[in-house]
């Protein structure tokens, strides 16, 4: 069950604060950098938000878009369910579904479709395989090509799903 978190700072970034959050994004998701600019530019309104528990969340244009989590920037299921995913993805097969959503790592037999460009270490989103809707986003523990080759085991470490307190708390975010 999440916890709930609260909000104990909170606002907005300058300028050239935006930029230097720009590059640093840039630097995280290489290749996707037309994407990124989709998502974030110089006009954007970026919110910088830190939670008890040191939890740091960036809302851009009032949504919650990213989770600071360590050094890594994970993309939030609240920006992701309604904007198109321009991340690293596998999508699932119908039985991991349930599972998948509700936390659960990636295990190679339930992968049906590996983004090939993704290296061990990606943040990647785990997608459904009818409507490509976001389940979860996890850290992949293979590169692609070896994913492939797995024949069992886990392949993606789940970090972000909706059972997670910071999806609980983007739920009620204003």
Known sequence: MPIDLTVRQRHFLKSKDKKILIEQFKSLFPGKEG????????????????????????????????????????????YLMKHPNPFKFVKVDQGAIKFVSKGAN?????????????????????????????????????????????????AIKCIHSLTDNIWAFSKNFD
Do not use: C
């Open 106 to 154: 990636v295990m190679r037999p339930g992968i049906t479709t590996i983004d090939p460009t993704i290296k061990k270490g990606d943040i990647v989103t785990i997608l459904d395989p009818l409507h490509g809707k976001v389940l979860s986003v996890g850290e992949a523990l293979y590169d692609a090509d070896e994913m492939e080759k797995l024949g069992g085991g886990k």
């Open 35 to 78: 994407a990124l600019t989709n998502i974030i530019t110089p006009k954007s309104r970026i919110e910088w938000i830190k939670l008890d528990q040191n939890e740091v969340l960036y809302a851009i244009n009032n949504v919650l878009t990213f989770w600071l989590k360590g050094d890594r920037l994970i993309p939030l299921l609240s």
